[in-house]
């Protein structure tokens, strides 16, 4: 019986290690591969054999990896080059030291083309024991050929969450206010799209929009002037007519010569009292949390995570399964209900799936119905957390031990 | 049989509707008052007679409402002038009118300096019949005389939470991180000393320590000399020996003359970049989030504010009993539990109680055992949320409908 290692690349979620409990759960319930072993720090740390063996995992600390976010087994931002043979070769030598047939690698579109990569490297060299299995996640939602991808979900949950809160919170006096929600996506709008499931966003800025100064000046003024107030999102990656990012106009120097960017956020609160739109406004950058927010989970999000981890076990015990991405995409039926499959992970390397602009209302004025019906599903159910001392229990990370 | 009014003032918690919850489940528990009304934006809509009737709030609604963030029947900043006679004489006036006996008011300490100063009004008038009782709130835990204050304990479980769970996230990359999480607390460090619950904080930046640039800076070199990662959480009113804010020094101009403070947060990383302490460093702002977001209660913290509201109306049915505040103390005993009991309003009212300097380790360093101690109990256990399409299920503002 040969062996199998897992590893996790790119910006985590809070729901990426439950595709790496499902894939543990797996191979416990067939017991195909005799040693599951995880790779610290995605392939910069499997260059350098830091391996932990995750093969008899307890129940207990399956259920808690699943709550815990961001990557326990460390991430990178190394990317294998399709002329660095020298890495290649380095690979598949261990590999073939510690007997590992498959290389489960979960990641955004970055790791699906290093999937991609070495599959293609390994068929050209004709080497038919050594499989590669990407597993998707981002926040961003950005991957193509998957209907939505792990940890989407619950970032937009805890964003819908948190608008409608602090919307509950802003709307308390009767002076006129404006409040700013800044999301991530850099290329995509679909986390800021997601904040509208919260039923209060009165406008919505998303980098699919060329941003215009004058228009969305005017829709605030509007929107003020109805009802004293105006819930604004904005995804930092919105960008003018000619491409440049509003977080970039608000860049300072740090000193070194290097730009710092400014949020998107803080563009807009300063353009809108330059211009007289309004006399205060309040930006909240959800930052980092929305991604790492566990606390808020999607059940569904974190079921389908861990279903994509069990999928890509399962269907990694045909020897000829290798260069594939494991997906899901939405059952036909009223009911929401996905289904498991896999594609090729070259389809997925390298493009970006932008939100649809025949969802997106003019005038900054939200998303169709149809988008909200997309939506709503993906945050539905929460899990139990398990609490210790008040706090969320984790798994403490396997590169901190 | 007389009626009561309960109104809402300052800036709302997480809880703060539930200690309306209890005053109205108190009177549908004796019937001492034959109508409970709801005051809109507090004083300022008071004195415009806008009233809501709670008398027969059904039991679904009380539930929902406990978990509701922000005020429900909205809040305002308007203070009572004691040289404002016009405005003494248009409240008495329209309590009795409306033949309210008992005034309930939350808030923090220019609540209290209300409820004072219209308990002294009635008594130097010889009336009798009105009577105003304080109920405590405020998340920045700053009034005297009590333990600890409803709102603050989920805010601190929110903002450790955050803290844990944007560690976890920050920590995945071998590369050198250095994450700044700012928190609320203009006059007092408390919800920032509470980010220390979550065990994960390197350097923590509080108000009652003025900042010390240069030995500030060693600090975080020699945290990041050491593991390569420096987690620091800052409160926004962090001061200079001068008294200047941190804030206050990224101030920009607004265009009309006004200063925009930027964030305290923001001061840091700018100061770390420019003295070469670290490479990059990323602000986590938690802004209006930390006190809105009722996903993340405190069950302690519920039930303590919905205690105090049926301890105030309780106490109230005592016809002797005004100008007071309700408050809970901590009882004595190896287990946590609080005692409720009321002290003149006037004893709080325009105090500050600074977090305490024995509590604080040198060299921002953090806090004490006994900090953690005291602060501990009081984030202990999540309420069940009740959840409608994947969002937490609200009551819908009393001043919107």
Avoid at 230 to 246: P, T
């Amino acid at each position: 019986m040969a062996n199998c290692l897992v590893a996790q690349s790119g910006g985590p979620t809070a729901v990426i290690n439950a595709t790496i409990a499902g894939i543990i759960k797996g191979n416990q319930l067939n017991n195909y591969y005799e040693k599951v072993y995880g790779g610290l720090h995605g392939i910069e740390g499997i260059l350098q054999e830091k391996f932990v063996d995750l093969t008899h995992m307890s129940e207990e600390e399956n259920r808690i990896l699943r709550q815990t976010p961001a990557s326990a087994l460390g991430s990178c931002r190394y990317k294998l080059k399709r002329d660095n043979v020298e890495d290649f070769e380095k690979l598949f030598e261990i590999m073939e030291k510690y007997d590992i047939e498959t290389l489960f690698y979960t990641g955004g579109n970055d790791s699906m083309d290093t999937v991609a990569a070495l599959s293609e490297y390994a068929q050209k060299n004709g080497i038919t024991n050594r499989r590669f299995v990407g597993c998707p996640k981002t926040v961003d939602n950005d991957l193509m050929h998957i209907d939505h991808c792990p940890g989407f979900g619950s970032a937009v949950k805890f964003i819908a969450e948190t608008a409608l809160q602090t919307w509950l919170d802003y709307n308390v006096y009767t002076r006129e206010e404006v409040f700013i929600l800044e999301t991530m996506g850099r290329d995509a709008g679909w986390l800021a799209a997601g904040a509208c499931l919260s039923n209060i966003v009165d406008l919505l800025v998303l980098p699919e929009v060329a941003f215009d100064e004058e228009s969305f000046v005017k829709a605030v003024k509007d929107c003020v002037a109805k009802k004293n107030k105006c819930y604004i999102v904005i995804s930092e990656g919105c960008k003018y007519a000619d491409g440049s990012y509003l977080a970039a106009k608000n860049a300072k120097n740090d000193g070194f010569g290097h730009a710092i960017l400014g949020g998107a956020g803080q563009t807009l609160k300063e353009l809108l009292l330059e211009k007289g739109a309004c006399q205060r406004a309040k930006v909240q950058d959800l930052s980092t949390a929305q991604r790492a927010f566990a606390v808020c989970q999607s059940l569904t999000d974190v079921n389908e995570s861990f279903n994509l981890g069990l999928s890509a076990h399962l269907q990694s015990c045909n020897p000829e399964f290798s260069g594939k991405m494991v997906a899901l995409r939405r059952a036909e039926g009223e009911e929401y209900d996905v289904e498991y499959f896999s594609i090729d992970a070259s389809e997925v390397a390298n493009f970006v799936k932008a939100f649809p602009g025949e969802w997106i209302l003019p005038n900054y004025q939200g998303i169709t119905a149809e988008a909200i019906n997309y939506l709503q599903p993906l945050i539905v159910s929460s899990p139990v957390i398990l609490y210790k001392d008040g706090l969320p229990a984790y798994v403490k990370p396997y590169y901190m031990r």
